[in-house]
């Protein structure tokens, strides 16, 4: 080997010592929560969401939940969707291990603000946003899962199932909860056209007050598959 090749492989490997790649922190679920607040979502809905969610969190079982896991820990984030392009991350991702992470996380669900108002129904653009979410995680997690809740059926961008589809394609599983408030059938419909993966599953919600108790339930079940 020559003297000039000996030269540049120690630059290499002096550059790959000064870059040294990050090992991504195992989890056992990477958890995008997908909450819809189109149009029909008026502001006393949207809070009923949002509490409920931050709620659940300081819930103490899905605090023993998270801790069941072979790593005893999950990320998550979380995002607000429309139409089929109107996507905002208000909750970047979160590590939660135990009950004071699950109530900081808790805390930034429940400081989020609204970000959207109105622009249709794109189930389809929440599950095609939230995957590529899931896919850019700096966790690396044996599960990967988007919750879809809403109140209406996909009205704008493709349909929900080609989203579903790809997204299962991709190893992502999609649970549901559906809000039956306007549409008493949504359910049927979430079953037929948005869950998808092993063990996906649905949690109806007749109205927006059972909703918080629907998270605990949704998230105890999700976090516990094994």
């Given at each position: 080997?020559?003297?000039?090749?000996?030269?540049?492989?120690?630059?290499?490997?002096?550059?790959?010592?000064?870059?040294?790649?990050?090992?991504?922190?195992?989890?056992?679920?990477?958890?995008?929560?997908?909450?819809?607040?189109?149009?029909?979502?008026?502001?006393?809905?949207?809070?009923?969401?949002?509490?409920?969610?931050?709620?659940?969190?300081?819930?103490?079982?899905?605090?023993?939940?998270?801790?069941?896991?072979?790593?005893?820990?999950?990320?998550?984030?979380?995002?607000?969707?429309?139409?089929?392009?109107?996507?905002?991350?208000?909750?970047?991702?979160?590590?939660?291990?135990?009950?004071?992470?699950?109530?900081?996380?808790?805390?930034?669900?429940?400081?989020?603000?609204?970000?959207?108002?109105?622009?249709?129904?794109?189930?389809?653009?929440?599950?095609?946003?939230?995957?590529?979410?899931?896919?850019?995680?700096?966790?690396?997690?044996?599960?990967?899962?988007?919750?879809?809740?809403?109140?209406?059926?996909?009205?704008?961008?493709?349909?929900?199932?080609?989203?579903?589809?790809?997204?299962?394609?991709?190893?992502?599983?999609?649970?549901?909860?559906?809000?039956?408030?306007?549409?008493?059938?949504?359910?049927?419909?979430?079953?037929?056209?948005?869950i998808g993966g092993p063990g996906a599953f649905v949690i109806a919600v007749s109205t927006y007050e059972a909703f918080a108790e629907a998270i605990v339930n949704k998230l105890v079940t999700e976090i516990a598959l094994r």
């Amino acid at each position: 080997m020559t003297r000039r090749l000996l030269f540049l492989l120690a630059v290499a490997l002096a550059l790959a010592s000064a870059w040294p790649v990050a090992a991504q922190t195992e989890v056992d679920l990477a958890l995008v929560l997908a909450v819809d607040v189109s149009g029909s979502v008026n502001e006393a809905r949207f809070e009923l969401q949002r509490r409920g969610y931050a709620d659940a969190f300081r819930n103490p079982r899905v605090v023993q939940a998270i801790g069941a896991g072979a790593r005893r820990s999950i990320a998550v984030a979380m995002v607000q969707w429309t139409g089929p392009t109107l996507h905002v991350v208000v909750v970047d991702w979160m590590l939660v291990h135990d009950q004071a992470s699950a109530s900081a996380l808790a805390d930034r669900i429940e400081a989020a603000p609204r970000a959207l108002f109105g622009g249709g129904t794109s189930v389809s653009g929440a599950i095609d946003f939230a995957a590529e979410l899931i896919e850019e995680s700096p966790f690396h997690a044996e599960r990967r899962t988007i919750d879809v809740s809403g109140d209406g059926a996909n009205n704008r961008g493709r349909p929900a199932d080609l989203a579903r589809d790809e997204a299962v394609r991709a190893g992502i599983v999609i649970n549901g909860l559906p809000i039956l408030t306007l549409e008493p059938d949504l359910d049927a419909y979430y079953r037929d056209n948005v869950i998808g993966g092993p063990g996906a599953f649905v949690i109806a919600v007749s109205t927006y007050e059972a909703f918080a108790e629907a998270i605990v339930n949704k998230l105890v079940t999700e976090i516990a598959l094994r």
